[in-house]
């Protein structure tokens, strides 16, 4: 052992093949010697049968030849050179992709939340506060504000009356489409939120797309704040003389003959209507000629169950009645959150008065039967109505 050579391993390997490997000169392995007794590296050469990428048409066993590596590193630069610039002018998918492409989820996200055509409403929303700063705006000389009443109040009312209390509409068809009409409904439910949903009935679901102007009680328009927003929805004093102008307009106006005692009648009473009064809305149709439309509302008698009158209390207040229910006024403002019933509201066939002579609004008999004959219509339909219910709730 203390006499062995050590054989470098490329003699050891030229030994025993006896050859230079195909592919290498004997210059090449005087080369790699004269760099290992110097200590420099051997140029590299091609391993026979491998290729590196992109060498399959260079001279000898596939290799690039120097005219083509040059050639690659030209245009190596020149392809990065170009990257760099799109990069630096915001032409890159670094800068004007990732822009587009933000944009784009942001207008998704807000198409989404707001709707397809939310651009328009924003539109449309700035336009209507331009005119309400600049007054450029109607009132007719009743208070009513046509375009606050579209606009807002009808957009606060409307998902009330989709979601919430789910309103079915039928016989919409039977107020005429131009032309005065007069339309009695039943009163009901310890606060007037029948009138509400008859408005947006009317509003939202009429082919003609007309409006409803109701009568109201002297209550309505001596509350502060409640008296302006009545006045701005087309609202009006509950007498013979507006009615008849609104009539004579050719307007659609909306009366509950019941009045308080329907509205504040205890719920074991529910959906029997009361007395119609003196048949004043009648007169008021034979004098103009207007079309008389019953309407029944089902639904309303439960969103407030009262069980109870505090008289002492209304009196302090000066109110007609004040309402005891299950959760008023046990549960203080929470108490005051009607119960979400399902509705339906339903018109009749209109009854005409344009055939009756001009004397025949002073003719009290016929006042009387025109007024019996629209509440028991009223009556009839609401029993109609009650017997095809499923439920108070759905």
Same mark, same amino acid.
């Given at each position: ?35 290992? $007794?110097? @200590? ?8 026979? +049968?491998?290729?590196?990428? /992109? !060498? &399959?048409?260079?001279? =000898? ?11 690659? $590193?030209? @245009? ?8 760099? +610039?799109?990069?630096?002018? /915001? !032409? &890159?998918?670094?800068? =004007? ?101 008859l408005q947006v009935a009317v509003h939202d679901h009429h082919p003609a797309d007309r409006r409803l102007?109701?009568?109201g009680a002297d209550l309505v328009f001596v509350l502060p704040l409640v008296n302006e927003l009545a ?16 009539l004579g307009r050719g307007e659609v106006v909306g009366v509950m003959p019941e009045g308080f005692k ?133």
């Amino acid at each position: 052992m203390g006499d062995a050579k050590v054989i470098p391993f490329d003699d050891d390997r030229d030994r025993s093949r006896g050859a230079a490997p195909a592919g290498q000169s004997r210059t090449g392995q005087r080369a790699r010697r004269r760099g290992a $007794r110097t @200590g420099q590296s051997a140029p590299l050469t091609t391993v026979p +049968g491998q290729q590196g990428p /992109g !060498e &399959g048409d260079g001279p =000898g066993k596939g290799g690039a030849g120097p005219s083509e590596a040059a050639e690659d $590193r030209h @245009g190596a630069e020149q392809r990065f050179g170009d990257a760099d +610039g799109a990069a630096s002018r /915001g !032409e &890159g998918p670094a800068s =004007g992709g990732e822009d587009a492409a933000a944009k784009g989820a942001l207008g998704g996200l807000v198409a989404r939340l707001l709707g397809d055509d939310w651009e328009d409403r924003a539109a449309r929303g700035l336009a209507f506060l331009r005119r309400r700063v600049t007054g450029e705006y109607e009132v007719d000389d009743f208070g009513y504000d046509r375009e606050l009443t579209d606009q807002v109040l009808m957009s606060l009312l409307r998902p009330v009356f989709e979601k919430y209390f789910r309103v079915e509409v039928r016989g919409i068809e039977n107020i005429p489409a131009d032309g005065a009409a007069l339309v009695v409904a039943n009163h009901s439910g310890t606060l007037p939120l029948d009138g509400l949903m008859l408005q947006v009935a009317v509003h939202d679901h009429h082919p003609a797309d007309r409006r409803l102007r109701l009568l109201g009680a002297d209550l309505v328009f001596v509350l502060p704040l409640v008296n302006e927003l009545a006045r701005k929805a087309g609202h009006t004093l509950a007498c013979a003389e507006d009615a008849q102008t609104l009539l004579g307009r050719g307007e659609v106006v909306g009366v509950m003959p019941e009045g308080f005692k329907g509205l504040g009648k205890p719920f074991a009473d529910r959906y029997k209507l009361q007395r119609f009064g003196r048949g004043g809305f009648v007169s008021t149709a034979l004098r103009t000629g207007a079309p008389i439309v019953p309407c029944s509302i089902v639904g309303a008698e439960e969103i407030y169950p009262m069980i109870g009158n505090s008289r002492t209390l209304a009196r302090l207040f000066g109110f007609p009645y004040f309402p005891l229910t299950p959760t008023f006024p046990w549960l203080g403002p929470l108490g005051a959150v009607p119960l979400p019933t399902k509705w339906t509201i339903q018109f009749g066939e209109p009854l005409p008065t344009d055939d009756y002579p001009p004397e025949a609004a002073d003719d009290p008999m016929l006042m009387f039967n025109l007024t019996d004959q629209v509440r028991e219509t009223i009556q009839h339909t609401l029993y109609k109505l009650l017997v095809r219910r499923r439920s108070v709730f759905f």
